[in-house]
């Protein structure tokens, strides 16, 4: 193997890995502020706004991301209505689509990360916050959702790093994220070896530094536990 | 009833070749999980350190990159072994081959960590009671430790199933002919993109339905030997 291709290309990988970023950054942005009212709903009293959110989980967890984003890009200009509409400059373009076949994949499993939390709150700390007499929305803002915050991070740090990895999908739709810029590359040289190895290795040294980072604000967030650990659910 | 414009029998096609390839890959990737976590729970260094290699570069690379690399690069890697022997004809790897090498060991790097949790929680005193009763340890590890693993382990394994089972549509990307190609034959020839989409996913959904209720009774089965506390 001839890694002198990689030192050629390296600044070209780098374009690729701004791309990823990107998507990552945006997709979990926009995936957590959708999760958190998908989270409330599921857990709600009221059985037919628990099926709701029940059923989106489900279809978002259930199928590939890859079927999703091509739900998204290729589906939705089947119909005339999405193509005359106003939405068509942002549905045409492949890096918003990914963006929204990535943020709603992530909504919902955010979704069911929030949900396990706030459920793992010990049912006491709710029954203090109505004898001192807070609201739902004080007791939410103040201890529940604080805590779910504590609680949520490991599995949230995962969930960032499975985004990391699922955004190489971007690549199938023509966008040239890190895989994508790999696999043009590969076609002008032949070096799909080289290429492909040293892109892994730029994705498992984002994933290090994210684990890093989660590690670092879990400490911080969990400090007053001391050295007292939480058990958080696993995400399926 | 939708129509599918007599691509139904394709897609049904495609959905065995999918379920071939997790069914396949779930084998590999169950003995690497296992080798893995004994690696990982052993006294020699050198085994923990390459199991703890193999699970992390594993865990942080795309799956899609897993499944590119293994294909373009087995190849290479194949012809470059076959030429020692002085075997110099031109090896092709099929996808399928490169799909369950490349979901195998990504199945196997998150199945080390479940394995190993349930390694880690048998009770010493199971151990000991196996060999107090003259177990070797291959029978010690078949009669007493693997039944006890499973119970603990089915549930993390079933979740990891379910992922594999979604992972699987990244080999279309090689040229599998599972349900996602399938499907991408039929939308190029018809030009109805989304309702051949949205079959091939309520196909992946039934699949995971299917599994889930598998996996439950499995849970049941394992634990029967238990009484409810």
């Not at chain 1, 939405?87 to 963006?99: Q, R, T, V």
């Not at chain 1, 049912?123 to 604080?146: F, H, I, T």
Request: charged letters at 15%; a positive charge.
């Amino acid at each position: 193997m001839d890694f002198s291709v990689v030192v050629e290309y390296f600044p070209r990988l780098l374009e690729g890995t701004w791309v990823s970023l990107q998507l990552v950054v945006i997709s979990i942005v926009l995936g957590g502020v959708f999760a958190l009212p998908i989270a409330l709903a599921r857990i709600s009293p009221v059985g037919w706004i628990r099926a709701i959110p029940f059923a989106y989980i489900f279809f978002f967890r259930g199928t590939p991301l890859l079927v999703q984003i091509f739900l998204v890009y290729y589906g939705a200009s089947q119909f005339d209505v999405v193509r005359e509409s106003f939405l068509w400059p942002i549905l045409k373009e492949p890096f918003w689509c990914a963006i929204i076949a990535f943020t709603l994949n992530t909504s919902a499993y955010t979704a069911e990360i929030f949900r396990g939390a706030i459920q793992a709150i010990p049912e006491g700390e709710v029954e203090a916050c109505k004898v001192v007499g807070m609201s739902k929305y004080q007791m939410y803002r103040r201890v529940l959702l604080p805590r779910a915050f504590g609680i949520v991070l490991p599995a949230y740090g995962n969930e960032i790093i499975l985004m990391l990895k699922g955004s190489a999908l971007a690549s199938t739709i023509t966008i040239l994220d890190l895989t994508g810029m790999a696999r043009t590359i590969i076609a002008r040289t032949y070096t799909p070896m080289e290429i492909f190895l040293a892109a892994g290795a730029i994705y498992l040294v984002i994933s290090i530094v994210i684990i890093a980072i989660f590690r670092q604000i879990e400490l911080r967030q969990n400090r007053y536990l001391g050295t007292l650990s939480i058990k958080v659910p696993d995400k399926g | 009833m939708i129509d599918l414009h007599g691509f139904g029998d394709q897609l049904l096609q495609g959905a065995v070749i999918t379920l071939e390839l997790a069914l396949s890959s779930l084998f590999v990737g169950l003995i690497l999980g296992l080798l893995g976590a004994s690696a990982k729970l052993s006294s020699v260094k050198a085994f923990r350190w390459i199991a703890h290699a193999y699970t992390t570069i594993i865990r942080g690379i795309p799956e899609l990159l897993t499944v590119l690399i293994i294909y373009f690069g087995a190849t290479t890697v194949l012809m470059a072994i076959a030429g020692l022997f002085g075997y110099d004809d031109y090896i092709e790897v099929g996808a399928f081959a490169a799909g369950v090498t490349a979901l195998g060991l990504t199945f196997g790097a998150y199945a080390t960590e479940v394995f190993r949790g349930a390694l880690q929680s048998i009770p010493t005193g199971q151990h000991e009671a196996a060999i107090a009763l003259g177990m070797g340890p291959i029978r010690k590890f078949y009669r007493i430790i693997l039944p006890q693993v499973w119970r603990i382990a089915l549930p993390g394994l079933g979740n990891l199933f379910l992922v594999l089972l979604k992972d699987t549509a990244l080999v279309s990307v090689v040229g599998l002919e599972d349900i996602m190609r399938k499907a991408n034959i039929a939308v190029s020839s018809t030009k109805q993109a989304f309702l051949f989409y949205l079959v091939a996913a309520f196909m992946y959904l039934a699949l995971t339905i299917i599994s889930m209720v598998l996996v439950s009774y499995m849970e049941k089965r394992a634990s029967r030997g238990l009484t409810r506390g």
